[in-house]
């Protein structure tokens, strides 16, 4: 029975995965067919899903696999805290987005045009990212000068998890609209299930086409009251409110970490979307990789599941159930103290774990 239900709930994550993937391939043909364009302009780091047209679009895969297509342009990551603009940057919003604009000069000097800019509200592979405030209006004036149009990836952020909007985009401004978004995940609360939503321009654009868009579980009316269920529990549980408080709780007492243990380089995040990063150096802020691993397979020793991300491999990624409380909140960051306070006294594998152990501030 129980190799049985492992079974089951390993087919309902792959079709998860793959409603995901759908959405943004959706995401994709229509842009392209709104356009008129084909090539794609995505972040560094990005994953956007597991089929063959995402994949293509994702330097987190390609890289490893087939390599980078001609008609697919990488942006960097904007990436405050390890990337080429940083947080004593002037206005680091601006300068990444015109590392978007170089990207979109240089592919239309190759004599190529853009269909789309994809993008995660809140880049998770890439390492629990939250881009400056004001990059994406500035991104999307490039893309869209190019005659591109700007696709939010919310598949794992959307629905309240930032608490202070229902869309992490909403992050970037008030007068900040994508021209498509994706979701998933959340959506369903463990029930496959995904969307797009877009303009009525391009979904009729797409609808001219004559070909029919369809699928076997398209339009499920189990999926849709699963759906609408999921929603009616965000407004009455005040899930997002609930983000927001535990949320904010949990960011201090992580920074409150930060001065006790050196080897946490940066803590960002928003929400329940929050990112611990770990370095081996302050100055050089090298990725503490082994660190991390060992620090998570400790964790998992007393029942906390996390994971790591970025380039590194080094940013522990926090992004619990919506029903996360503030006692959950306390226990993981009390264990994760108490572990970083032995890691110091016997690991002692980077610069900053040694500073601890001899009794540096």
């Known amino acids: 029975m129980a190799a049985e239900r492992r079974g089951k709930a390993e087919t309902l994550a792959l079709r998860q995965r793959l409603l995901r993937s759908e959405a943004n391939d959706l995401a994709l043909r229509l842009a392209r067919r709104y356009t008129g364009h084909w090539d794609v302009v995505v ?8 089929l063959s047209s995402l994949i293509d679009i994702s330097p ?7 390599g980078q297509k001609e008609w697919v342009h990488v942006a960097p990551l904007p990436d405050t805290f390890r990337g080429p603009y940083r947080e004593d940057h002037p206005n680091p919003a601006a300068a990444y987005a015109s590392e978007v604009g170089r990207v979109v000069d240089r592919a239309q000097q190759a004599g190529r045009k853009i269909a789309a800019f994809f993008a995660e509200s809140l880049p998770s592979v890439g390492g629990q990212i939250v881009p400056p405030t004001g990059y994406f209006p500035e991104a999307a004036r490039h893309i869209r000068r190019a005659g591109g149009l700007f696709v939010a990836d919310e598949i794992q952020v959307g629905f ?3 608490g202070k909007h229902f869309w992490a985009f909403q992050l970037q401004g008030d ?3 994508p021209d498509i978004v994706t ?15 877009t303009t009525q321009a391009v979904a009729r654009a797409f609808e001219a086409t004559g070909v029919e868009y369809f699928n076997t579980f398209g339009g499920s009316p189990v999926s849709c009251a699963v759906g609408l269920a999921v929603l009616d529990v965000l407004e009455k549980e005040q899930l997002q409110a609930h983000a927001s408080h535990v949320g904010s709780f949990l960011l201090e007492l992580l920074r409150q970490q930060k001065a006790r243990h050196p080897i946490i380089g940066d803590i960002r995040g928003v929400g329940l979307f929050v990112g611990v990063d770990l370095i081996k150096d302050e100055a050089t802020r090298t990725p503490a990789t082994e660190e991390a691993a060992y620090l998570v397979s400790r964790l998992k020793e007393s029942y906390i599941l996390l994971s790591t991300d970025g380039p590194g491999r080094n940013v522990l990624k926090f992004k619990p159930p919506m029903c996360f409380s ?8 009390m264990k994760l103290d108490a572990i970083l306070t032995d890691m110091e006294e016997k690991v002692r594998s980077c610069k900053t774990l040694r500073l601890q152990a001899q009794g540096c501030p």
């Open 60 to 66: 987190y895969k390609f890289r490893d696999l087939d």
């Open 43 to 50: 972040l560094d780091h990005a994953y956007h899903g597991h």
């Open 183 to 197: 979701m998933g995940k959340s959506i369903g609360n463990g029930h496959p299930l995904a969307c797009v939503a």
């Open 175 to 177: 007068d900040f609209v």
């Open 326 to 333: 503030l006692d959950n909140a306390q226990q993981v960051v």
């Open 160 to 162: 309240g998890r930032v």
